[in-house]
């Protein structure tokens, strides 16, 4: 087998092993009632490594491949624009985003973009393509509590920013070296 067959081969092997893993979280993720925001940003984290491995194009088509078989899979549809709208797509992003020299304009940027993501994605949600449940909830609640759980939701996302950092540094010193070794 040529050299370029063989990494033509490992790429489509790496991306159908992270792909299935990731629809799997996600469709564990439907059994949790909490998992339908961790379930999509674990299932973005693991597009991470075939980025890393194969370039952002192949990470980004991954993250394509995963958002449309999560549309038509996952019970869930929340879960599934959740991936699509942001955690999918995220983790791919955060490279660039950091490279903007000012770490305040670099969270302003971060910041943004997630609360642009969740407003259209709940704007789909709520008047485009209502999904029942997620209207009925949003009904129920208040003004304050919706502002209170977009806050702690910008929150957490910062906490997930994090995470990401510690994630791939695990990823490129632990993971990695095993990964390649392996023929």
Request: glycine share 8%; aromatic share 12%.
């Amino acid at each position: 087998m040529t050299p370029r067959r063989s990494m033509e081969s490992r790429r489509i092997a790496l991306g159908g092993i992270f792909s299935a893993l990731s629809i799997v979280v996600m469709l564990m993720g439907g059994i949790l009632p909490f998992a339908t925001f961790s379930a999509p940003a674990i299932a973005g984290i693991l597009i991470v490594p075939v980025a890393i491995e194969f370039g952002m194009k192949t990470g980004y088509l991954l993250y394509a491949a995963i958002g449309l078989l999560s549309v038509f899979i996952l019970p869930d549809k929340e879960m599934a624009l959740i991936f699509i709208f942001l955690f999918g797509f995220y983790p791919l992003l955060k490279a660039r985003l950091e490279r903007i020299p000012a770490r305040v304009l670099q969270w302003a940027a971060k910041l943004t973009l997630f609360n642009v993501c969740i407003f259209c994605m709940y704007g789909l949600i709520l008047f485009v393509f209502p999904i029942g449940a997620v209207v009925a909830e949003f009904e129920e609640m208040g003004t304050v509590f919706i502002a209170s759980l977009l806050l702690l939701g910008n929150l957490a996302f910062v906490i997930y920013d994090m995470a990401l950092v510690k994630m791939i540094g695990l990823y490129c010193a632990k993971m990695r070296p095993r990964l390649m070794n392996i023929h």
